[in-house]
T-cell receptor
Framework: AQSVTQPDIHITVSEGASLELRCNYSYGATPYLFWYVQSPGQGLQLLLKYFSGDTLVQGIKGFEAEFKRSQSSFNLRKPSVHWSDAAEYFCAVGAFQGAQKLVFGQGTRLTINP | EPEVTQTPSHQVTQMGQEVILRCVPISNHLYFYWYRQILGQKVEFLVSFYNNEISEKSEIFDDQFSVERPDGSNFTLKIRSTKLEDSAMYFC??????????FGSGTRLTVV
């Protein structure tokens, strides 16, 4: 069965500092990987996705993620965070084709210190 | 850019009442999904729908829930007799073959 683990429930970083949010997945086939961001009371905004090709993926808002098959990981990074990045971040795994569902991790809540 | 549209954005209902949450997926998409997010928790899969039938459903999706695509454009989630624990944000999603999942902005359901 597919699953996603986000080991960090809550992370606090200072504004301007670098950020890395961890994501590990378990999937029986070639995974289709996603990162979403959610502000309080809002919907899910897609930051980036990966299925194949260059394992370093660029997304919106200056985020990037690196796929490492050997580690079953898809960590999200940003070189310098802004106060507006404070939100909940969800990693998810699905399939590239078919009706396969998208499975989400527990989420990581990001707090930014001024 | 095409969007998945959900209505209403917020619905308040009394316990025991039936509610229907509505979604208009992107027109050329083939696969449709409902997810639920209880406040402060993870996004949970409820059901997937393809070719006018349920492809997969979770343990949450019991006999109180049903889905329908009545007219080729709308995709609805019905909860027959709401309970307090059904209070959550409900997200609809759709996808085309060989493409990503597009989510709607959600319906916040409050059961009182």
């Amino acid at each position: 069965a597919q699953s996603v683990t986000q080991p960090d429930i809550h992370i606090t970083v200072s504004e301007g500092a670098s950020l890395e949010l961890r994501c590990n997945y378990s999937y029986g086939a070639t995974p289709y990987l996603f990162w979403y961001v959610q502000s309080p009371g809002q919907g899910l905004q897609l930051l980036l996705k990966y299925f194949s090709g260059d394992t370093l993926v660029q997304g919106i808002k200056g985020f990037e993620a690196e796929f490492k098959r050997s580690q079953s990981s898809f960590n999200l990074r940003k070189p310098s965070v802004h106060w507006s990045d404070a939100a909940e971040y969800f990693c998810a795994v699905g399939a590239f084709q078919g009706a396969q569902k998208l499975v989400f991790g527990q989420g990581t809540r990001l707090t930014i210190n001024p | 850019e095409p969007e998945v549209t959900q209505t209403p954005s917020h619905q308040v209902t009394q316990m025991g009442q039936e509610v229907i949450l509505r979604c208009v997926p992107i027109s050329n998409h083939l696969y449709f999904y409902w997810y639920r997010q209880i406040l402060g928790q993870k996004v949970e899969f409820l059901v997937s729908f393809y070719n006018n039938e349920i492809s997969e459903k979770s343990e949450i999706f019991d006999d109180q829930f049903s889905v329908e695509r009545p007219d080729g454009s709308n995709f609805t989630l019905k909860i027959r007799s709401t309970k307090l624990e059904d209070s959550a944000m409900y997200f609809c999603a759709s996808r085309a073959e060989l493409a990503g999942y597009t989510f709607g902005s959600g319906t916040r359901l409050t059961v009182v």
